[in-house]
Every structure is written in C-alpha cells, then in structure tokens.
C-alpha cells in the first residue's frame, strides 16, 4: 500500500478520535451500584461526584443538576478535584463554576465535599486564596467541606437511633501520596499502618462509615483502617477504555492501572472509582463517559 495512502488513513482515524472524544466530553452516564449491609436499619441512595475540574455541562452545570434531580438522592458526596491547580502556574484556580454548582445542589440536598490533589495543591501554593474558597463553601447551608474530618448523616431523621447513621470521612491525603508512578512501571509510596487513623481518628466499626480517598490506590489500607466503602476518583478512568482491558492510561502516565474505574471488593469492603467529569492535561476520553454514580445502601429493612 502506498505510504500516502497509510497517512491519509491514519490521520482520517485520528480525526474520527478526536471528534468523539470532543463529543464524549460533554455527555453524562450514571452508574448504579448496589450495596448491602446490616450496619443501617434504612436505605440510602447517595450520588458520588469527582474530578469536574470546573468543567460545566451546559449553562451553569444544569445539565448535570437536571440528571441528578432525576435520581432523587438522599445526599451528595463529592471526591475532589473540582477545580483544577496546575503545578507551576502562578495563578490561583478559578473556583467560581465549582461553588455555584455546589450551592445550586446544596439547594436541595446536603452536599459533602472531599479533598483531592489539586484543592491540596490548591491549599499549599495559594493559602489566603483557598482559604477564601472554603470559607464562601462553609458559609453555605447544607455544605460540608471534610479535610481530615467527618460528619454523620441521619438517613431518617430519627436522631435516637444509631443505626440509621451513615459515618461520612473525607481524608486529604499528602502530596506524596499522589506521585505518579513512573510511565507504566515503577511502585506507589507505601503509607504507614496508622496513616489513616493519625489523619482521622478511629472509627466505629459498628457504623456504617464511608472513606472519600481521592486516589484508589489505598484500598486496602482504608479497609484496614475500617471504612464499608470507599470512593475514589483521580485516575479519570484510564482516559481511554478498551474492552475487555479496562482503562489504557492514567492523567499521571500510568498505564493499564486496574482500579481506573468502577467497583471493587476486599474483605467484604466496596471501593467505587468514578470516572470522574472533567479533563485535565490530558484531555481526551474515549469509550470513557463522564460519571454520575448513583450507589444504593440498602440496609436490613
């Protein structure tokens, strides 16, 4: 075959790529989940959100708000990154598409917020200027921001009874921690035993207690600390999904990383990854929609 005729089909096919990478961007997809215990009396639907990355769906995010009205949830969590704070820049994120979105929800229903790598970056490199955001969060109604903290929820409003109690923990991890891997190979910082315990305390294992941890790859060690679920985002779901593979590449160059996106299990303990709604660095999805995820808890009732 002629050399010409080899280009010309290359870049028609990169062309096609990049249009449906273009037109993924700006879809929804929610994803359900179903989880059972016997730690609520109750069920509880949750929507999980990360990585916006101050990406907007439609005119002040109404299309996102629109899809999650229709799931009529009990409340919403949020991982982190939703904004995006560039290593080197010398401008502080934009924060403004990020907290509208969050009153417009908080509206409606209690909003819990999580830390990831960049409101940490955003924290270290620009204090007075994060410190401004998370007061205008912490002034709204309904709005939690959990840096190494927690709240309970009452799933049912009977503030007597424990066991309609969900534990919510949002751990904001240190910048070492997110290091990425060298391109495809090399190992992950190794977190202490205590780690999770020094950043939030003991938690109740007779509770309910669901772990934000922005990055998946401390399942086990959030197990070990004693969380029933895990939620996680960070890895944009492998940027590109190839069936039967899972997730090609992480924003950090980290190649075929298992826990991209979707549920998981260790110990009889739930790790869901979202794969998150925004882009950064590396801007492309394909076959990798931005996520909703709806998560049910069914409890013993």
Known sequence: MHPTVVIAGILFIAVLFLFRSRWEKKQLRTEYYHIRTDKLDTTVRVVFLSDLHSKSFGD???????????????????GGDMITCGKNTAIPPKTKTCIDLIESLSEKWFVYYAEGNHEARFRERFPDDYAIFTTHLDQLSNVEYLSNAH???????RVEDAYDDLYIYGASLDKEYF?????????????PYDYLSAKLGKCNP??????????????????????????SGH??????????????????????????????????????????????SIKIRINDLPEISCIDIEGRI
């Not at 709240?151 to 409003?157: H, N, Q, S």
């Not at 007779?206 to 939620?231: C, K, S």
């Not at 979707?262 to 882009?279: A, D, H, P």
């Open 235 to 280: 890895f944009h779901g492998g940027t590109v999904r190839l069936p039967f593979v899972g997730g090609l590449m992480t924003p950090q160059l980290q190649f075929f990383v298992k826990e991209c996106a979707g549920e998981f299990e260790l110990k009889g303990s739930k790790l869901i990854v979202n794969r998150g709604l925004g882009t950064h």
């Open 179 to 191: 290091r990425p891997l060298k391109p495809g190979f090399g190992r992950k910082k190794e977190m």
């Open 60 to 78: 002040d995010n109404r299309e996102l708000i629109i899809e999650i009205s229709k799931l009529n949830p009990d409340l919403i969590v949020i």
């Open 151 to 157: 709240v309970t929820f009452d799933c049912e409003d």
């Open 206 to 231: 007779d509770r309910f207690n669901i772990l934000m941890l922005h990055t998946p790859m401390y399942f086990e060690q959030a197990v070990n600390w004693g969380a029933d679920l895990v939620l």
